[in-house]
């Protein structure tokens, strides 16, 4: 642990970026103690915090410790020491923490904080530690791309090729996400195979890759579907329990019916695309028809397709 943290960490620079981490988790955890304290009205813990009878949200010590930390990185940029740097990364650790916690109450712009919309802030909090642990670990987004040998190198094909790899990297993810695949995607920009394997393989099914391309074409409308509900059933149950169990609320039961509600709400065909041609006495020709529900029984697992 002593040698990673000497040659993989603070040789690389990556200090700063480790203690934004440990900031963020901390935070996160803190607050998160918090408010369970708060709604079990324990009796020695202060409770809410309030201003003339309007409850402030945790979110906003959160935007005011972002600012302030900021704010100081990016005067000291030059001069500051790496204590100072890191001292500053993980109080911009723990304002992020408090912010992206209540980032369902930006999202819907309510409080939902207990409700099932709330889980939002808990998938914004485990993408910004997943982004976070992956740029510790030494991987950036188009890995192939070197800012200072693409500055310095004389050689044009060399550009090029870095030029092109880079295009190539980005059309891969936005088709990924296209197809409704967002955490490949975002993995992906750090690993490519990852964004191969996503664009080939079959979109979601309400993606807007499957309304654009699936719309006339049933079967593959019908095997996306049966692939969702089949693979998607085992990890939407685990995404509820590890969110029920962070919010302070972990039930199995609960856990299975909110996963089969979740997957009758979002598992649906895509609705096709309008019709870029003018109105025609012919044009209910062209609409597909939809899937009865015994098509939806689960089936075999699909191949890869483009």
Known sequence: MRRWLDEDVIAQGRLPLLCFLLGFIVGFL????????????????????????????????????????????????????????????????????????????????????????????????????AVTGLLLLGFHPLWMLDINDFRSDPNTEVRIFVVAFSLVNLALAATVIAKGKIWTGLFGMFFLPLLVVGALRLSRPGAPWARWRYADRRRLMYRAIVRERRYRRPVIRAKIFVQDLVAGKPDVEHVRTAAEAELTRTVVPAPPAPHRHHLSLFSHDHEPDPLPESELEPAAPDHPTP
């Open 30 to 129: 803190l607050i998160r103690l918090s408010v369970r304290l708060i709604r079990k009205q324990v009796r020695w813990w202060p409770g809410n915090l309030r201003s003339g009878g309007v409850h402030i949200h945790h979110m906003v010590f959160g935007v005011i410790l972002v600012l302030a930390s900021g704010i100081g990185m990016v005067t000291l940029y030059q001069s500051a020491d790496t204590a100072t740097a890191s001292a500053l990364a993980a109080a911009f650790g723990v304002g992020a923490a408090l912010v992206l916690d209540e980032f369902a109450l930006i999202f819907y712009l309510r409080d939902v904080y207990w409700e099932e919309q709330g889980r939002t802030s808990v998938d914004a909090v485990f993408v910004a530690l």
